[in-house]
């Protein structure tokens, strides 16, 4: 399963020139036009096959029996090197009719007017069928129009926060009522520090998600610059060097070979991580020591968003087929027979009434299940698409100069702004 967590790069290669894919053809979208559904067209997964093929050709036969006339070629790709063979298919006139494209993948294929608008002549109502953030998800900032939709989301995940009860006990903190915002982890961090100056609450340094999770804009307002380096990302900044001066992280969050706050947690040595909703059973599998000692609640104040989804070619020879064909893998009933198969969340509105998502039986995995289905609601893309892995490297470096006292907040993020500028510039 291919999720995009927070930190996978951006594709690398966006400054490649693309060709027209597709091979042509003037159908409409599948919403209230003339033309008919039917035709040949292709579909391709990323590494789903050969353990999902079951599920993807029942899929399939259910379209094909819907549509007759209609013939739906299943194609899937590898998990590595996926985001070169799609750069590969669009430059060469191949990109198939319907793609399995994470937000990130998706990105530079839409600056070049590589994937369908699916906001506009779709069967469907977007906004009343997928939660709100699986549709921002494919809404791109630097995109010619900022507020077109570029795929379908398909499954999602978040993370849900994990807490060391153990450790709050022994520490003077309350673990029936950890942290639920970042200002309240801050002011917990320091009473456990008071009491067990060997234990840590908070273990690592601010990143663009952190800014966005505190309403700083992270692009000017025309979307061409970043420019977070305001007054309140500063004082945020300022709030992270001073728990990290006074000795509320581990010194190590500024080595190179930190091992993360995941690691760490698991080691028992903080009190604090995140994790998807199996992460309970990871944790114990791995310190069997943490059996009954970890407690599970929503992320703090917003939750991550996750995303993979399904795009259509711009220049499909049956762009009817593909867009009914969309919206057909991602609807309630597809998508929730599949997150019952695997560790995933269906991103649409009516999977609330399946009780597999909805219903807390009791276990301890029900419960971090439902939760993190219920974040879905509000969870959001919290680090934007076009902010690549070498982009965060940078900002991570000027983040450890403010922390350590290297530099002030505000030249370190005046740094950054200014260096992540330069690297945009050269993907244009």
């Avoid at 750069?87 to 399995?100: C, G, H």
């Avoid at 917003?302 to 009817?320: N, W």
């Avoid at 009914?324 to 027979?337: G, I, P, S, Y």
């Amino acid at each position: 399963m291919r999720i995009r967590n927070a930190a996978i790069a951006v594709l690398t290669s966006m400054t490649l020139t693309l060709a027209a894919c597709g091979g042509g053809g003037d159908d409409k979208a599948a919403g209230g036009d003339s033309q008919s559904i039917t035709g040949d067209i292709t579909f391709q997964t990323w590494a789903l096959t050969p353990k999902f093929t079951d599920y993807l050709n029942q899929v399939i036969a259910g379209f094909q029996a819907k549509y007759p006339g209609t013939k739906v070629q299943l194609l899937d790709q590898p998990g590595d090197g996926y985001s070169d063979k799609v750069l590969s298919q669009a430059a060469s006139n191949t990109l198939p009719d319907v793609i399995n494209l994470p937000p990130d993948f998706a990105l530079p294929l839409a600056k070049q007017g590589l994937l369908k608008d699916v906001s506009k002549g779709a069967g469907v109502d977007l906004a009343a069928t997928y939660v709100p953030g699986g549709i921002d998800a494919y809404k791109f900032t630097s995109a010619a129009d900022p507020n077109a939709v570029y795929g379908y989301p398909w499954y999602l995940n978040t993370d849900l926060d994990y807490w060391n009860t153990k450790q709050f006990t022994d520490c003077g903190l309350d673990a029936t009522k950890p942290p639920a915002t970042t200002d309240e982890l801050f002011a917990q961090a320091a009473t456990m520090h008071a009491k067990c100056p060997a234990d840590f609450l908070m273990s690592r340094k601010p990143d663009v998600s952190d800014f966005v999770r505190a309403g700083i804009p992270i692009f000017s307002a025309d979307g061409k610059q970043f420019a977070f380096n305001t007054d309140q990302a500063v004082a945020l900044v300022d709030k992270y060097r001073d728990a990290y001066q006074k000795g509320f992280m581990p010194s190590s969050v500024l080595n190179s070979d930190y091992l993360g706050n995941s690691k760490l947690f698991t080691q028992g040595k903080v009190a604090w991580t995140t994790g998807g909703a199996t992460g309970l059973a990871d944790f114990q599998k791995d310190n069997p020591s943490l059996q009954g000692t970890v407690a599970v609640t929503n992320a703090l104040d917003t939750p991550p968003l996750y995303v993979q989804g399904v795009s259509v070619s711009a220049k499909s020879k049956h762009e009817a087929t593909a867009t009914a064909f969309a919206e057909w893998v991602t609807n309630a009933d597809n998508q929730n027979k599949f997150g019952h198969l695997v560790n995933i969340f269906p991103s649409t509105t009516a999977s609330s009434s399946d009780p597999y998502f909805a219903k807390d039986d009791g276990t301890d995995l029900a419960k971090a299940r439902v939760l993190a289905f219920n974040e879905l609601k509000t969870a959001k893309t919290l680090i934007p698409y076009e902010v690549n892995s070498d982009m965060q490297t940078v900002l991570d470096q000027q983040m450890a100069l403010a922390l350590k006292g290297s530099a002030t907040s505000k030249q370190a993020l005046d740094d950054a702004v200014t260096k992540l500028n330069q690297m945009l510039a050269r993907q244009k």
